[in-house]
């Protein structure tokens, strides 16, 4: 199972990106799918999560800012990041709880990470 993130990159305050993060390989089921982030001297945060049946949970921090959604038939989460803040910048990070084909229970799996930026 791979997680593949894209999306990140340079852009002004108050701007817009948009994240996403495909999973692949033999895969059964995945329950949550979530975005965390990491900026530089800090522990990584929980920003968005989402339950296969779209219930999400947003850190304090993103709220009415940043919104997550899922395609289930592509495995793949969106995190959609507006109105961004320069205390925004930092990797991001996306983790899915996935069985695998020949798996019995859920297993944390994590992408790559892609950078986002906000400066001006």
């Known amino acids: 199972v791979q997680l593949q993130a894209s999306g990140g990159g340079l852009v002004q305050p108050g701007g817009s990106l948009r994240l996403s993060c495909a999973a692949s390989?033999?895969?059964?089921?995945?329950?949550?799918m979530g975005w965390y982030r990491q900026a530089p001297g800090k522990q990584r945060e929980l920003v968005a999560a989402i339950t296969r049946d779209d219930s999400t949970n947003y850190a304090d921090s993103v709220k009415g800012r940043f919104a997550i959604s899922r395609d289930n038939a592509k495995n793949t989460v969106y995190l959609q990041l507006d109105s961004l803040k320069p205390e925004d910048t930092a990797i991001y990070y996306c983790?899915?709880?996935?069985?695998?084909?020949?798996?019995?229970?859920?297993?944390?799996?994590w992408g790559q990470g892609t950078q986002v930026t906000v400066s001006s």
């Open positions: 390989g033999s895969i059964l089921n995945i329950n949550v």
């Open positions: 983790n899915a709880d996935v069985i695998p084909f020949g798996s019995s229970g859920y297993q944390g799996y």
